[in-house]
């Protein structure tokens, strides 16, 4: 269960995909499911996520576990 707190990109990337995913794919991963749901992103940049960023609010990570799905 991932837990609903401020995370850097890897270490989201690290908590949905680890079991899974070698570690350097972990990050592409991420990225190509957050983009294939133009909700999740809609509601990403609603609350002023930039794709520099170098991470995740807690607001955030709850719309990307919403949107994808994730317990």
């Known amino acids: 269960m991932l837990e609903v707190k401020d995370y850097s990109k890897q ?3 690290d908590a949905l995909y680890a079991g899974n995913i070698k570690p350097e ?3 592409k991963k991420l990225w190509r ?3 294939r749901c ?3 992103l809609r509601d990403l940049y609603r609350l002023h996520y930039h794709s520099g960023d170098t991470g995740f ?3 955030m990570v709850e ?3 919403y949107w994808l799905c994730i317990d």
């Open 11 to 13: 270490e989201l990337a």
């Open 25 to 27: 794919s972990r990050m």
């Open 33 to 35: 499911d957050i983009n």
């Open 38 to 40: 133009p909700d999740l």
């Open 57 to 59: 609010t807690a607001q």
């Open 63 to 65: 719309r990307i576990k």
